[in-house]
């Protein structure tokens, strides 16, 4: 809440400048909020010649960075610390500050009411994605617990309450905490990362690569079989995906169809566990996907960006209908 205050405040100062291109003060807080602490994939450099010639020169690196495995249970097991390597296309903070400047002053006049939407999209692309848009490989979150990982899984129940659930008692406790707590849970996380497979800034599944933790703290290195070799996991197709959202912000393909008003787009599940209905279907929003965020990188808006902002605010008159 305090962070909240400090920057509402920092931005209202400066509000009547915004109307064009984002101030230094917008620049200065995404670069800190996003760039700064919102980045984690570390140790990345320009990528091969000849690799993602599609991409403008120098847009694409390589990331070869290092996450560590904590096990949190009794008796102690020791931590693993493994590398793991992604492709990232990530716009810096004068172009970040500029898609926020734009997508919020299509729906609000400079004040408050801007300022306020700033804030939320900061917010929300630091949640979703860190202000990285993986173009392939691999992103490791600890994003769920399991109940064949030795570890202790917090949870934040629907209600903000806070419990910890022993392993050996995993299912037990958390049955009941999403029973005490509104029938969901806000999140959980158990020190153990899952692995996640990206192609065009979206979680796909590949084959031989599941998007899971794995659960057998004996293994070393556990995701080495998915590891970049410059080859496989840059070049496997995708078999399926749950969601299809995007990053930098989880925009949905509902979302950017009722934005776009592209016919071709689906806007609703074909089955619980998969989005589109054929690998082809699957292929052809990824490519819309990194055409449209890689156009952005050369723009001064995302439309990506702008789809999640609309459906942010219940698509207002000045957004598409």
Same mark, same amino acid.
């Given at each position: 809440? /305090?962070?909240?205050?400090? +920057?509402?405040?920092?931005?209202?100062? *400066?509000?009547?400048?915004?109307?064009?291109?984002?101030?230094?003060?917008?620049?200065?807080?995404? $670069?800190?909020?996003?760039?700064?602490? =919102? /980045?984690?994939?570390?140790?990345?450099? #320009?990528?091969?010649? =000849?690799?993602? $010639?599609?991409?403008?020169?120098?847009?694409?690196?390589?990331?070869?960075?290092?996450?560590?495995?904590?096990?949190?249970?009794? #008796?102690?097991?020791?931590?693993?610390?493994?590398?793991?390597?992604?492709?990232?296309?990530?716009?810096?903070?004068?172009?970040?500050?500029?898609?926020?400047?734009? @997508?919020?002053?299509?729906?609000?006049?400079? =004040?408050?009411? /801007?300022?306020?939407?700033?804030?939320?999209?900061?917010?929300?692309?630091?949640?979703?994605? =860190?202000?990285?848009? %993986? +173009?392939?490989?691999?992103?490791?979150?600890?994003?769920?617990?399991?109940?064949?990982? #030795?570890?202790? *899984?917090?949870?934040?129940?629907?209600?903000?309450?806070?419990?910890?659930?022993?392993?050996?008692?995993?299912? @037990?406790?958390?049955?009941?905490?999403?029973?005490?707590?509104?029938?969901?849970? $806000?999140?959980?996380? $158990?020190?153990?990362?899952?692995?996640?497979?990206?192609?065009?800034?979206?979680?796909?599944?590949?084959?031989?690569?599941?998007?899971?933790?794995?659960?057998?703290?004996?293994?070393?290195? %556990?995701?080495?079989?998915?590891?970049?070799?410059?080859?496989?996991?840059?070049?496997?197709?995708? +078999?399926?995906?749950?969601?299809?959202?995007?990053?930098?912000?989880?925009?949905? %393909?509902?979302?950017?169809?009722?934005?776009?008003?592209?016919?071709?787009?689906?806007?609703?599940?074909?089955?619980?566990?998969?989005?589109?209905?054929?690998?082809?279907?699957?292929?052809?929003?990824?490519?819309?996907?990194?055409?449209?965020?890689?156009?952005?990188?050369?723009?001064?808006?995302?439309?990506?960006?702008?789809?999640?902002?609309?459906?942010?605010?219940?698509?207002?008159?000045?957004? #598409? /209908?």
């Amino acid at each position: 809440m /305090r962070w909240f205050c400090f +920057v509402f405040c920092f931005l209202c100062a *400066c509000s009547s400048a915004f109307a064009t291109e984002p101030l230094q003060s917008l620049i200065s807080l995404v $670069n800190l909020r996003l760039v700064e602490d =919102g /980045r984690y994939m570390d140790g990345c450099k #320009p990528v091969e010649k =000849g690799l993602f $010639n599609q991409w403008p020169k120098g847009s694409v690196q390589k990331c070869t960075y290092t996450m560590t495995d904590r096990f949190a249970t009794k #008796p102690a097991i020791g931590s693993r610390s493994f590398k793991s390597i992604v492709y990232v296309a990530n716009a810096d903070a004068y172009r970040l500050a500029s898609w926020i400047n734009v @997508a919020c002053s299509k729906i609000f006049r400079p =004040g408050k009411d /801007r300022e306020a939407c700033f804030v939320k999209v900061i917010a929300s692309i630091k949640g979703q994605s =860190g202000a990285q848009f %993986p +173009v392939a490989g691999q992103v490791m979150e600890d994003l769920s617990c399991s109940a064949e990982t #030795p570890s202790d *899984c917090r949870i934040e129940r629907a209600d903000g309450v806070q419990v910890t659930c022993p392993h050996a008692t995993y299912a @037990a406790c958390v049955a009941k905490a999403k029973n005490q707590g509104g029938g969901y849970l $806000n999140s959980q996380s $158990n020190g153990v990362k899952e692995q996640y497979m990206f192609r065009s800034g979206v979680t796909v599944r590949i084959g031989g690569c599941p998007n899971a933790e794995h659960s057998d703290a004996s293994a070393i290195d %556990p995701y080495a079989a998915c590891r970049d070799d410059d080859a496989l996991n840059r070049t496997d197709e995708h +078999v399926s995906m749950r969601s299809g959202k995007a990053r930098i912000i989880s925009t949905t %393909p509902e979302m950017f169809q009722r934005y776009t008003k592209r016919l071709d787009i689906r806007t609703s599940a074909y089955s619980e566990t998969d989005y589109f209905a054929s690998v082809e279907e699957g292929r052809r929003w990824l490519q819309l996907v990194e055409d449209t965020y890689r156009a952005a990188l050369s723009s001064a808006e995302n439309p990506l960006i702008n789809a999640w902002v609309c459906n942010a605010y219940g698509w207002p008159k000045a957004c #598409p /209908r």
